[in-house]
């Protein structure tokens, strides 16, 4: 160790970066990291997961207040919208999680060494003035927004999810360029608390990379609260004047073109990594055609010595990969065997319901055999029935020889934390009869998983 500053760097302190951080002090490595920003946590804790998180739960409170679903229970009141004052709710989660961080990198005596890393050669990076030398160096960068080609972010009218988050006002009118994650969340944001939402998306349905049937009924659910759609179609220019925006769309495939008027708009069409200013070129290491970073399965990329997890390598942009990810790097750096099994990843986007999925689509599954699909819906699902959430139901996808389960879907008030069960399911090479025959509690959402599970091989009792 005597060559080096440290045994480990991590360049990046989100939740990738911090992860690895801590588990590699754990391990009794000397360890830092190297963060430009403020504060610790990344894209997730400072704009992503957490504050996005904390608007969408004020704001269905808000609408549920609003729109008649708190009077379903009884509950009779007239909201009035404190915008200041949910935002400020959001900056305190924010404030408590990242300065979290900091207090765990002081326990784990992780130093944090402040600003923006560069390679200058091997082992080596520097950060302002500081040369920090490493025997290890973990490139836990993250991504950032895609920009639009001549679509200008002035964080006014044409904003990021970044801007999106802090809008000071209810924008009369929305128009969200891109139907993915980013935009049903935060166009659910800004339509419950009372604007009309716009979202204008390139390809024929929504949520690329969830199962068909899936993508549908979310489209469905989406539309029935107030969401317009625009599918097939891209948008081929913003012109912003005196505080509003004109966008120029058309049809995907061509075809006539025609104007939308708003007073927001949301470019949220996907995020790219972030190896620029890193200086990739002092150490030999290339990016692939989409700007990632490539590593074995231990994450160690061609260089030695320089390891690389999270949003800037292939694989879902999600926060717990990148956690996983960096606890597994931390562990083969340590000489134990870090794995992280990219097969089970769950995906979960936070509207309500929330729309949830491990595994293989059913579509990705059929191209790869014969296999069997049972699936329940919420509607008959007793407690999501007396809370008045019927919409939605669970898919099992299960492989018809074996019956081990390839991929659960699954649209419920609470199916980010119902997929949990399916992950770990799969994680254990369960099959649908091994679900369908586990006791689940009553009454809770996650006996549709089972019933859904019975689906597959027999029948469901509720229906
Ligand atoms: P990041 O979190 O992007 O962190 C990288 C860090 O590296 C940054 O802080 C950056 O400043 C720093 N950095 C970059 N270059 C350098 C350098 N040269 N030197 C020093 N520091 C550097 N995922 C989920 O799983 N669930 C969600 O609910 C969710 N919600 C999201 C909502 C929004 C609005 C957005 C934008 C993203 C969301 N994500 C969510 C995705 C999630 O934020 C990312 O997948 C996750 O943050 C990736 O972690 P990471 O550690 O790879 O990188
Ligand atoms: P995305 O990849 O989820 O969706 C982008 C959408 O934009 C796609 O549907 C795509 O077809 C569409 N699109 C692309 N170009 C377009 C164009 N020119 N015109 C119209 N539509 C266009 O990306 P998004 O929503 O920006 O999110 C980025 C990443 O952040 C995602 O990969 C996601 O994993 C992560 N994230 C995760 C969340 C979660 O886990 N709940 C929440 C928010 C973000």
Not at 267 to 279: H, Y
Not at 316 to 332: R, T, Y
């Amino acid at each position: 160790m005597a060559d080096f500053d440290f045994d480990v760097l991590v360049i990046g302190s989100g939740p990738g970066g911090y992860v690895a951080a801590i588990r590699a002090a754990q391990l009794g490595l000397k360890t830092a990291c190297a963060e430009g920003r403020e504060t610790l946590g990344g894209t997730c804790l400072n704009v992503g997961c957490i504050p996005s998180k904390a608007m969408l739960h004020a704001s269905e409170y808000f609408d549920a207040a609003a729109n008649g679903a708190f009077a379903k229970l009884g509950i009779k009141v007239k909201p009035e919208l404190d915008l200041d004052a949910m935002h400020g709710q959001r900056k305190d989660a924010v404030k408590g999680l990242t300065g979290g961080i900091e207090f765990l990198f002081k326990k784990n005596k992780v130093e944090w060494v402040k600003g923006y890393a560069t390679f200058t050669g091997p082992n080596t990076v520097k950060v302002g003035d500081r040369t920090v030398t490493a025997k290890n160096i973990i490139i836990a960068t993250g991504s950032s927004v895609t920009p639009l080609p001549g679509v200008e972010i002035d964080q006014k009218v044409v904003v990021d999810s970044t801007g999106a988050l802090e809008l000071p006002k209810v924008p009369e009118h929305m128009v969200v360029i891109g139907g993915g994650v980013i935009g049903l969340e935060l166009g659910s944001v800004w339509r419950r608390l009372g604007a009309k939402v716009t979202c204008v998306e390139f390809l024929d349905q929504i949520l690329p990379g969830f199962d068909g049937e899936v993508r549908k009924e979310a489209n469905k659910i989406m539309k029935k609260q107030g969401i317009e759609f625009k599918l097939g179609t891209k948008v081929t220019g913003v012109a912003t004047k005196g505080g509003k925006a004109t966008l120029t769309v058309e049809p995907a495939k061509g075809g006539a073109s025609e104007t939308i008027d708003a007073d927001c708009v949301l470019v949220s069409i996907g995020r790219k990594p972030n190896t620029d200013g890193l200086g990739l070129d002092a150490i030999g290491l290339q990016v692939n055609n989409r700007g990632q970073i490539e590593t074995d399965h231990d994450f160690r990329t061609k260089v030695p010595g320089v390891w690389a997890i999270g949003d800037v390598i292939p694989g879902p942009m999600l926060a717990h990969k990148a956690e996983d990810e960096g606890i597994a790097v931390a562990e083969n750096i340590a000489g134990l065997t870090g794995i992280v099994n990219h097969d089970v990843i769950p995906s979960v986007v936070y509207t309500m319901p929330e729309i949830a999925g491990v595994g293989l689509t059913e579509e990705q599954a059929k191209e790869k055999g014969e296999v069997k699909v049972g699936k329940f819906p919420m509607l008959a699902n007793s407690r999501a029935k007396t809370n008045h959430e019927p919409d939605g139901f669970v898919k099992v996808i299960a492989d018809a020889k074996s019956d081990r389960v390839l991929g659960v879907w699954c649209i419920a008030s609470v199916a980010g934390t119902m997929i949990a069960q399916a992950a770990q399911a799969m994680e254990f090479g369960a099959t649908s009869e091994d679900i369908a025959y586990t006791c689940h509690a009553h009454p809770t959402h996650s006996e549709a998983l089972k019933e859904a599970a019975m689906a597959v091989t027999g029948k469901p009792i509720h229906i």
